[in-house]
């Protein structure tokens, strides 16, 4: 069996006396759609910053394809196939949509540093970027600066941005939250589609996209997994229904 | 498709390339075509000489922009405030002061014209040096780090006589009998072209360097370079290689005002030649390509011909820096972009009234300013030395209270006037703005 796209072992993160993350375990297996649903302050997002390197460990290892990542700087992280969004917008607000997008492939294909290359005769890249704009229903924003664009819009984009690099495992920071119904549906289809044949790790509140997308559920209570398995043994546990408070988690599909 | 591949900054494609050129640069040409032919308005056909004055303030500003636009690639490209651009500058100009002397000693055989390539040189090695610690760091304490940079080199300067000749600074001559032309440059007016061709050479490299994958990410760290680790990138080394970059230019900077003074000083790495470069920069504004041109042009134009009429310069572009800080922070190449939709929308005919009714307050307040610093002005340093205050032959006298009324009222009635006038432009701007928008929403 080869090893899976990330695992985390025995992850514990604390800032100062409080501790955030106590001991998590995980697997996300290659080509699976992974959602880390959790309450507020439950350390999902915390979780995404020690994964890609956002922030240092405590203790634990993380393993991408089973090498060890965790100690890297988030750019080695992202050259090695990992990329994340974030929860907060996170763009190139002053340059434009399509600028935001090519920056986003210039390292995968190879740029690097390259102050000799003109970027507008890279037809290659050009086209690739051309095409990832459309597959996010921005073309009609290409020379806008992405810092005037709507907020739905501006989630596209760092969602397109993330996926630029060509990276196979993306983990996507509540790519849903702040929109309306519609928006979101859109969102949802948006990922499934751009994401097809990656490994998908989102953290995510909204139960309705959870279920629609995910294959594994992981539910994280105060720093640590209570329960990871298939949306449907998710929705049955009775941990899970009591972390929620004791609204059970059908209310939160509806 | 073939539209939409080439980028919003892509050099057209072969067909109609020399047109689209013309047609695009069409500015940058007219600068150049100006900056060739602008000596010979100074002419003066008696003795065959062109006015050494001119050529010097000419030969100053081009110096300045390839120094106001390498320090923007620092602050406007990559969002890196740097307090000790100078230092790239002065050493790149010590470095070609002692090349030029080896040359004409006859060690090193080397043409004058490529000499500021070797300033260029001379400033790229030592940007790699000093820019090894300097972007370490990023915002305040890269700032922090650049002005201890800037100290040290001066104090260096002052220090280390072999390479920086102490107080009095490193002398050579220009006439070093090695050209790729034959010319021997001891007219100013052949180091003059001389400066004019670096000129070009270093914009047209320093905008082109605007369209490669690292200037982009220069753009992309100074707008969120924490979004730039997690797409592959070390901010870090963006910043390095781009300081790198920056002190080539700034070192062929340096190596002109070598070659035009035949003398470097440690004047030219200390602060206020740094500051000097902030000046430019900002007044001309960071977030446009030209508008370090444009700042360069006015600071120099402003030191050299303004400085001629009036011991208070200082204090002149001091206040037009603080009201740009203030009220333009994109500088006047910003404004100038914000009046490109409605020229577009060929509305900008709509605002000629409404400019037009700024003109004589805005010209109240400047008189009245100016004579309030002069009066002052002419009270203190001039009274020192011995001057008086003469407006086309009417003696001024500030001992009496008469100019400073009238300066007061200039300075008063003025500014009141300019409000209600500033007012009304505001609201005839906003007007022609909401109708372009509306007239895009309908299109």
Not at chain 2, 165 to 181: A, D, I, P, Q, Y
Not at chain 2, 302 to 320: D, E
Request: glycine share 12%; hydrophobic share 50%; with cysteine.
């Amino acid at each position: 069996m080869t090893a899976p796209a990330l695992r985390l072992i025995d992850v514990e993160k604390s800032f100062g006396p409080t501790a955030v993350i106590m001991g998590v375990s995980l697997d996300v297996t290659t080509g699976s759609r992974h959602a880390i649903i959790g309450p507020n302050g439950a350390g999902k997002t915390t979780l995404f910053n020690l994964v890609s390197g956002r922030f240092p460990l405590s203790a634990g290892r993380i393993e991408l394809h089973g090498r060890r990542i965790d100690g890297l700087d988030p750019h080695e992280i992202t050259r090695r196939g990992l990329s994340r969004s974030f929860q907060v917008t996170s763009i190139f607000s002053r340059m434009s949509v399509f600028e935001n997008i090519r920056c986003g492939l210039l390292w995968s294909r190879g740029y690097r540093y390259s102050f000799w290359h003109l970027l507008g005769r890279e037809r290659a890249l050009n086209a690739a970027a051309e095409r990832l704009l459309a597959d996010v229903n921005l073309e009609a924003r290409r020379d806008l600066p992405a810092g005037l664009l709507s907020y739905a819009e501006q989630r596209a984009l760092e969602i397109g941005i993330t996926i630029a690099g060509g990276a196979d495992t993306v983990l996507l920071d509540e790519p849903t939250a702040g929109m309306s119904r519609s928006e979101a549906d859109h969102a949802v289809a948006l990922i499934r589609r751009i994401t097809a044949g990656k490994t998908l790790v989102m953290v995510e509140h909204d139960m309705s996209v959870v279920f629609d997308l995910a294959d594994v559920v992981t539910v994280l209570v105060y720093g640590q997994v209570i329960a990871s398995g298939p949306p449907a043994e998710i929705r049955a546990n009775r941990a899970v229904q009591d972390a929620y408070l004791g609204a059970p988690v059908e209310t939160g599909i509806a | 498709m073939s539209e939409g591949v080439v980028g919003t900054t892509a050099a057209p494609l072969a067909a109609g390339r020399a047109g689209g050129l013309l047609r695009r640069q069409w500015p940058w040409l007219a600068t150049l075509v100006f900056a060739l032919v602008v000596p010979w308005f100074f002419y003066d056909w008696t003795t065959g000489r062109h006015s050494g004055f001119v050529v010097a303030m000419l030969s100053q500003i081009g110096i300045m922009v390839i120094f106001a636009l390498s320090y923007n690639m620092l602050m406007g490209q990559a969002g890196l405030l740097s307090f000790g651009h100078a230092v790239l500058l002065g050493l790149g100009g010590y470095v070609t002061a002692h090349v030029i002397t080896a040359s004409k000693a006859g060690s090193v055989p080397l043409p004058l014209e490529v000499t500021p390539l070797v300033g260029g040189l001379g400033g790229l090695f030592f940007a790699i040096v000093l820019g090894y610690f300097a972007t370490k760091q990023r915002a305040t304490a890269f700032a922090m780090i650049t002005l201890g940079i800037g100290e040290l080199i001066t104090a260096c300067a002052l220090m280390f006589q072999t390479f920086f000749g102490g107080e009095g600074g490193v002398s050579t001559n220009r006439m070093t009998g090695h050209s790729l032309f034959g010319l021997a440059y001891g007219a100013s007016i052949q180091v003059y072209y001389l400066i004019v061709a670096w000129t070009a050479i270093s914009i047209v490299l320093m905008l082109l360097l605007t369209r490669t994958p690292l200037g982009r990410m220069a753009n992309a760290c100074r707008d969120n370079f924490e979004r730039a680790q997690f797409v592959g990138y070390d901010p870090r080394l963006v910043r390095f290689f781009q300081f790198a970059l920056s002190g080539f230019f700034a070192g062929i900077a340096g190596a002109l005002y070598t070659l035009t003074y035949e003398i470097v000083t440690y004047d030219t790495v200390a602060a206020s030649m740094s500051a000097n470069a902030l000046l430019m920069t900002y007044i001309g504004g960071v977030g446009v390509f030209a508008g370090p041109v444009i700042g360069a042009v006015l600071i120099v134009l402003l030191q050299s011909w303004v400085s001629l009429l009036s011991n208070s310069w200082l204090v002149y572009a001091g206040v037009l820096f603080i009201l740009m800080v203030t009220f333009a922070p994109g500088g006047i190449g910003g404004l100038v972009m914000m009046h490109q939709p409605i020229w577009r929308a060929r509305r900008l005919g709509r605002l000629a009234g409404p400019y037009l009714r700024l003109l004589l307050p805005g010209l109240l307040v400047v008189v009245g300013f100016v004579l309030v610093v002069e009066l002052c002005s002419f009270l203190t340093i001039g009274a020192a030395q011995g001057k008086s205050f003469t407006l086309s032959r009417v003696t001024i006298e500030p001992r009496t209270p008469l100019p400073w009324a009238v300066a007061a009222v200039l300075l008063v009635g003025g500014g009141l006037w300019l409000r209600r006038a500033a007012g009304g432009f505001a609201t005839a701007w906003h007007a022609v703005v909401a109708e372009i928008k509306a007239a895009g929403m309908s299109a």
